[in-house]
């Protein structure tokens, strides 16, 4: 099993920043795909950014030039800086990850907890 720990929401105004950090942990052998996810009330979720083992990064639309995700592989972790956050960006912002067991298998890990971004003034 993997688990993984959202941190780092919070209320913000409209143009500020915040940086979500995510953790996994457990039986994993290596991490390859590492993304941020988000649902905002109503809707489904949908992802923001995710970056491969290989660097490669991707980002909806909505959040190209705003959002920045990285990752450290020592340590299992994936940040998102959000710079100019709008109110649309309010959401429950979850991670996720593609990982190998250690028996060779590819899994994605389940849902954490997610953490809270609220955009408003």
């Known amino acids: 099993q993997v688990q993984l720990v959202e941190s780092g929401g919070g209320l913000v105004q409209p143009g500020g920043t915040l940086r979500l950090s995510c953790a996994a942990s457990g039986s994993i052998f290596r991490i390859r795909a590492m993304g941020w996810y988000r649902q905002a009330p109503g809707k489904q979720r949908e992802l923001v950014a995710i970056t491969t083992s290989g660097g490669t990064t991707n980002y909806a639309d909505s959040v190209k030039g705003r959002f920045t995700i990285s990752r450290d592989n020592t340590n299992n972790t994936v940040s998102l800086q959000m710079n100019s956050l709008k109110p649309e960006d309010t959401a429950v912002y979850y991670c996720?990850?593609?990982?190998?067991?250690?028996?060779?298998?590819?899994?994605?890990?389940?849902w954490g907890q997610g953490t809270q971004v609220t955009v408003s003034s």
């Open positions: 996720n990850v593609d990982y190998v067991t250690y028996s060779g298998n590819i899994q994605r890990a389940s």
